[in-house]
């Protein structure tokens, strides 16, 4: 149950990643931040509001999406608008994270967290041995991929949004506003990092530093699944996810405690292993012979 709680909340994150990363073709660092927002904001909603712990999701999707588009509108659009590399901008996104980072541990010490780690495992309801987080994160993770390709395949807007993320200066001369449709993309990538950190205070210890490791799986669930790829990131972000925390109590088990210690060093491996013998991954276009965008579906 662990693997597949921890799971889930992975692929929404990668799904989040995709989204970015076809907008602007940039890997954005500040996404664990997010994470980690939302995760702080469905704490609040039970320990300071003392709502009902799953309203604290919705709210975690809502400050999720909230914080990426006053960061988009501010920071991201303007650089965007202004031409600014692709490295530049990745630059940009490593300083939202350590600001966003040091923001979240002002307001850690600011609710006078007991512990160094926040959790709200202890709230969840039960259903014989199984535990609430399970079926409703698996539930998230699943209906997230499929509204997302519905969209994409079967909606006007999303014929839209591929229309830009195929070539945005056509897209604006046929009628769409590519500023719009980037702008509704922030949001959503957003909701999803946020709603993937209200599911992980339900079953793993998170603390303001959260963000920062958690990117490291990210990356490879991206690279695993194929970074162009919907489909990829579903499947990356499950295997990456489930082989994370297996992996880790198998070692645990076998071997001794101690190695949970070094459970960062599996999405590490991955990385290295993907980018060594498989560098567009699962289902990921080969750059030299992309033919359209139907394969990334």
């Known amino acids: 149950m662990a693997a597949f709680t921890f799971a889930s909340a992975i692929i929404l994150l990668t799904e989040s990643f995709y989204l970015i990363y076809k907008s602007t073709k940039v890997p954005y660092f500040a996404l664990g931040t997010i994470m980690t927002t939302g995760a702080y904001t469905?704490?609040?909603?039970?320990?300071?509001?003392?709502?009902?712990?799953?309203?604290?999701?919705?709210?975690?999707?809502?400050?999720?999406?909230?914080?990426?588009?006053?960061?988009?509108?501010?920071?991201?659009?303007?650089?965007?608008?202004?031409?600014?590399?692709?490295?530049?901008?990745?630059?940009?996104?490593?300083?939202?994270?350590?600001?966003?980072?040091?923001?979240?541990?002002?307001?850690?010490?600011?609710?006078?967290?007991?512990?160094?780690?926040?959790?709200?495992?202890?709230?969840?309801?039960?259903?014989?041995?199984?535990?609430?987080?399970?079926?409703?994160?698996?539930?998230?993770?699943?209906?997230?991929?499929?509204?997302?390709?519905?969209?994409?395949k079967s909606t006007r807007i999303g014929c839209s949004i591929r229309?830009?993320?195929?070539?945005?200066?056509?897209?604006?001369?046929?009628?769409?506003?590519?500023?719009?449709?980037?702008?509704?993309?922030?949001?959503?990538?957003?909701?999803?990092?946020?709603?993937?950190?209200?599911?992980?205070?339900?079953?793993?210890?998170?603390?303001?530093?959260?963000?920062?490791?958690?990117?490291?799986?990210?990356?490879?669930?991206?690279i695993f699944g194929g970074v162009d790829s919907l489909r990829g990131a579903f499947l990356g972000g499950l295997l990456v996810g489930l082989g994370e925390i297996l992996l880790t109590i198998w070692g645990q088990n076998i071997i001794g405690a101690w190695i949970g210690n070094y459970r960062t060093f599996i999405p590490f491996l991955i990385i290295v292993l993907i980018m060594r013998f498989a560098p567009n991954g699962l289902f990921g276009q080969d750059i030299n012979k992309r033919d359209g965008m139907r394969n990334a579906f």
Request: glycine share 8%; charged share 10%; net charge neutral.
């Open 42 to 152: 469905s704490y609040s909603c039970k320990k300071i509001i003392n709502l009902p712990v799953y309203l604290g999701y919705p709210a975690s999707f809502f400050i999720g999406a909230l914080l990426m588009l006053i960061i988009s509108v501010i920071i991201l659009e303007p650089l965007i608008k202004r031409g600014r590399s692709l490295v530049e901008i990745t630059l940009a996104t490593i300083g939202l994270e350590i600001l966003i980072q040091g923001l979240i541990q002002i307001y850690h010490e600011y609710i006078k967290v007991q512990y160094t780690n926040i959790m709200i495992r202890e709230y969840d309801f039960h259903i014989g041995e199984v535990s609430g987080a399970f079926p409703i994160s698996t539930l998230f993770a699943m209906s997230s991929f499929l509204i997302l390709r519905h969209i994409f």
């Open 163 to 222: 229309a830009v993320w195929d070539n945005a200066e056509l897209a604006q001369i046929q009628g769409i506003n590519p500023i719009r449709d980037r702008l509704m993309i922030w949001g959503f990538s957003g909701g999803l990092a946020g709603l993937a950190g209200g599911i992980m205070t339900m079953w793993f210890h998170i603390n303001p530093l959260s963000g920062s490791w958690v990117m490291i799986t990210i990356f490879a669930a991206a």
